[in-house]
């Protein structure tokens, strides 16, 4: 599986972005979908996951009420809509693929396939 992330850019403090990703082929054989991202120095975080079947949600506690992710099954494309960005949400964008348990989704070591990253830079 290939995956192609887009969408990042620059955006002032209470902006809006939204990225996607896409899949080079069906996904229905990984249970889940996600969002990572990595800042300067930092390790990479969770950001949020989709469940692919099931559409089941969830969200690192810092974006909960400003972003939501989203799956379009017939694009194999995964999307998060960020909003009411802050510049402590600056970072490298990853989406990534991979069957973990639910109680390791939200670990970037559960995931097998990743996107290049795109870059997220929010001005205050």
């Known amino acids: 599986v290939q995956l192609q992330a887009s969408g990042g850019g620059l955006v002032q403090a209470g902006g809006s972005l939204r990225l996607s990703c896409a899949a080079s082929e069906g996904t229905f054989s990984y249970r889940y979908m996600a969002w990572f991202h990595q800042a300067p120095g930092k390790e990479r975080e969770f950001v949020a996951a989709i469940e692919w079947r099931s559409r089941r949600t969830s969200y690192a506690d810092s974006v909960k009420g400003r972003f939501t992710i989203s799956r379009d099954n017939t694009k194999n494309t995964v999307h998060l809509q960020m909003n009411n960005l802050k510049p402590e949400d600056t970072a490298i964008y990853y989406c990534?693929?991979?069957?973990?348990?639910?109680?390791?989704?939200?670990?970037?070591?559960?995931?097998?396939?990743w996107g290049q990253g795109t870059q997220v830079t929010v001005s205050s």
């Open positions: 990534a693929a991979g069957s973990p348990i639910t109680s390791q989704a939200r670990v970037h070591s559960s995931y097998y396939y």
